[in-house]
């Protein structure tokens, strides 16, 4: 018997259909129905021939732009064999639920005669073999699984066309017959057939296969291409080639910190914000050794494959070189410096215009140079890391929403324009577009709030805010905490807000959510969806910036968690709050 794909949770082995195919024609058994002749066939003795390599822009859905694809088409004895991978550049959105889609763009480089013998190989060019993009500088090479073992890949087969299809011609072909009718001096190439008429396979999956099953019926090593070096100028240096290229980094973690750090000092920082500077060459460098440890342990080779192409190792420009050593030599960065330094940068980088190409690559550098400040400061001033909001967004039904929305001040429809391009209004928008906006209103701290239409289906006014996560001022024994519910099971989307009497005035204050938390507020049911609200609560109740964790769990008979989870809206006196959080707090074992 072959060696086992899997083995249960018992340790009983466990085989693949296709293995058992595989094994079964190696020795003379009868394979399934359904097997094809990638697992059957006997392993190839020379390499099998290349008929195409280069891309192809097959269109995935009518109206849409042709999706980049890296084909490379192999005739074997058995069939033809047509190895793809989606370039770089190929949006997500269009790959995904279209993988069959993909597989049937390899038709058009196939003869309809040879269909039913053809078989298409598809790597999705997804993780775990991908090198991140510049959105996660802490993310390096996800290259194969924790095995080493390459990816699996999809393999499709085109189902047999009719038999009025013999008269069609393949891409590779009608290339061909253009090249000879060049060569013998035609001025007209003979006309193509007609797209309008042009029979269509269907693409069927089949299996998955390792770069190994391939590799053993083409007689060569499959390439495997690392996400980021799927390039078109790559891919042609690679169709010369069957050796592991090196290419320039274009879109991993180092050349976005180089990049960054490069904006910095054509911007001056060195002078005028050393403590950003210094922080950002920190992480810059830091970022070049992990990526050269992480291209030091990426495998060039393995099993019936070999790596197409690797980002070349980080380099530091000339000019930069002696005064990165130099900036790396500083521990002793003043706390009061890196504090107003961090106050200025937020600033500047809401302010700056999100549409202008320098202004973005400004903006790039601030938002890294803000996230490693805001590291470098927590043990001297952690109330000053948390003094910023993130957006969230919901509906507003109820009195306290209501409420709030009476509260806030009109921003002047003249200045709405300019708020909004900047990158702190493109935060706001969360992906809409300006136009939708209805109002642009702030609060009495100065934070945007953005009413759009009425959401078409409840009729609520849908809402964008910033929300603080820095910890309130002025909340007493006369606060109350306030939400409405939409429903008796849906409090999401609701804004949690607490109500202030002052002597002039009635104010609502968002409660601030706690760093960190990716989810938003909820009440009124158990479970652990209010969770957040409850951290919140504790947080602001305690006085503690940086608050007591997720990890920490309501305490048996916690008064708070109580009355958060109760039915109803939301109706909270701070007093209460606060001497129950204080309960909580003290039951920690």
Known sequence: MPTPDLRDADDRPLWF??????????????????????HTAPAATTPAPTLFHGVIHPVLTAGAEGVGLHAVVWGTDHGHLVYLTPLDDAPVEALRGNIARIALGAADLIAPRFWQDTLIVLDPGQAPHSLARA??????????????????????????????????????ERSLRVKLAQLLGRTEPPTEPSTATRLRPRAEYHSEVTPAVVARVLGQNLAIW???????????????????????????????????????????????????YTVLAADTAAVGDRTRTALAALP??????????????????????????????????????????????????????????????????????????????????????????????????GPVAEQ??????????????Q???????????????????????????????ALFDADRWSGDTRWHAEWPLGLPAGWDDTTLIAADATSDVDTGGQPVLARI????????????????????????????????????????ALDDPIGLGEDFQPPPGSQLWSAITSKGPLRLHWRDVRDWAHRDAAARP
Request: with cysteine; aromatic share 6%; hydrophobic share 40%.
């Open 226 to 276: 690392l996400e980021g070096t799927r390039r078109p100028e790559v891919i042609t240096r690679a169709c010369a080639y069957r050796t592991t290229l090196t290419v320039p980094d274009t879109s991993g973690a180092w050349p976005n910190a180089l990049q960054r750090l490069q904006d910095a000092r054509r911007l001056g920082w060195a002078t005028s914000h050393p403590s950003a």
């Open 419 to 449: 708020r909004l391009k900047t990158r702190r209004g493109r935060r706001l928008l969360r992906g809409h577009d300006a136009s939708q906006v209805r109002q642009l209103l702030s609060d009495h701290a100065g934070r945007l709030v």
């Open 135 to 172: 959105h996660d500088p802490d993310r390096l090479f996800d290259v194969f699984d924790e095995d080493g073992r390459a990816p699996m890949l999809s393999c499709y087969r085109l189902l047999t066309a009719p038999a009025n299809s013999q008269a069609e011609e393949s891409v590779i």
């Open 300 to 397: 060039d080779h393995g099993d019936g494959w070999y790596l197409a192409a690797r980002p070349a190792a980080p380099e530091l420009p000339l000019e930069l070189e002696a005064e990165l050593d130099s900036l790396l030599r500083r521990t002793d960065l003043d706390p009061q410096q890196m504090a107003d330094e961090l106050t200025a940068l937020r600033t500047a980088e809401a302010d700056l215009l999100a549409t202008d190409p320098d202004s973005q690559a400004e903006g790039e550098a601030l938002t890294r140079a803000l996230a490693l400040l805001e590291i470098a400061v927590v043990p001297h001033d952690p109330r000053l890391v948390v003094d910023t909001c993130v957006i969230e967004s919901g509906s507003a039904r």
């Open 404 to 417: 709030w929305i009476a509260s806030l001040r009109p921003e002047p429809q003249v200045q709405w324009d």
């Open 17 to 38: 259909a296709t293995t058992i195919d595989a094994w079964a024609a190696s020795t003379g058994r009868a394979t399934g129905a359904d097997a094809v002749w990638l």
């Open 501 to 540: 009497q002052t002597a002039s005035e009635v104010r609502f204050d968002p409660v601030p959510l706690p760093p960190g938390h990716r989810s938003s507020f909820a009440f009124g049911y158990g479970g652990t969806g209010p969770g957040v609200l409850y951290d919140a609560l504790l947080r602001v």
